[in-house]
């Protein structure tokens, strides 16, 4: 989209189609008028726009596609009033879009590296716009695993698009749930579970990271054991970003704003600034 068109106002996005993902989770899958691509790097997000009410920024739950529709994965926020009403949208109404926003993932960075993706809870919705990226150019990319950890079966989202890429001989999946119920027979046990079975090379290793704040330093304790670089490491931080702009400041994180020079971060950059993570 143009800058004055796309980042400054909204652009009216037809939903094209909703998925449930879960008791407060759905999926939007939408269109540009004209076909016009959102023109997004996977890790970036949009502001959506509900007129009288408000903005939200979401991140974008899918790669670019040229026949120009995108998805975003909503979750519904206890008192929010944005998220209320993007659930009460149908196939057929509108959603205004603005962006895309902030820094994505350095795809060509990682080309002919191995990929270690982690995703832990709702962290899966920005990271499955890098999954799908990866995997449409799979043959530029080294081994690639997936760690993906939620607090039960029942918060496993895309169940389907999980169990594909468990399938896929080039792609190792790892999951585990924290409170299992009894149909479950994978799994159990924090994300930093699954460490134990990983036989990585560091020097040729780039990792993701994304997930709840309170994942991070235990995940990134675990990437120093298995020596990956910090400069190797990549971060999403989404931390109370609402602007977009850099004009708010409510997502400064020592002299960077999430909104704007991330969200994705590398952890060294991250690691610099006290109490970041």
């Known amino acids: 989209m143009s800058e004055n068109q796309g ?23 939408c269109a540009l008028p004209g076909g016009k691509s959102l023109g997004h790097q996977p890790g970036q997000f949009v502001q959506v726009t509900i007129p009288t009410v408000g903005t939200a920024p979401i991140s974008v739950a899918s790669a670019s596609h040229d026949d120009g529709y995108f998805e975003i994965a909503v979750r519904k926020v206890p008192d929010g009033e944005v998220t209320t009403i993007i659930h009460e949208r149908q196939a057929g109404d509108v959603l205004g879009i603005r962006g895309p926003y902030g820094t994505g993932f350095p795809l060509d960075e990682y080309k002919g590296k191995d990929l270690l993706l982690i995703a832990g809870g709702i962290g899966l919705f920005p990271l499955r716009s890098l999954i799908q990226a990866v995997l449409n150019e799979r043959d530029q990319y080294g081994d690639v695993t997936i760690l993906f950890g939620t607090n039960s079966p029942e918060e496993r989202y895309f169940p389907d698009e999980l169990e ?3 399938r896929r001989p080039d792609v190792t999946l790892l999951e585990t749930v924290v409170r299992p119920n009894k149909e479950w027979q994978g799994r159990t046990g924090l ?68 909104c704007e020079d991330g969200p994705v971060f590398r952890l060294d950059v991250i690691n610099a600034i006290p109490g970041a993570i």
């Open 191 to 258: 994300i930093t579970t699954l460490f134990k079975e990983l036989d990585v090379h560091p020097s040729n290793t780039v990792a993701i990271v994304v997930g709840p704040p309170i994942m991070y330093k235990f995940v990134c304790e675990e990437l120093v054991n298995l020596r990956i670089p910090e400069e190797q490491t990549w971060v999403s931080l989404e931390r109370n970003m609402h602007c977009a702009i850099n004009k708010c400041g409510h997502c400064q994180i020592g002299p960077y704003y999430c």
């Open 164 to 166: 594909a890429w468990d």
């Open 7 to 29: 980042v400054y106002v909204p652009v009216n996005a037809k939903i094209l189609a909703v998925q449930s993902l879960g008791e407060h989770e759905a999926m939007f899958c």
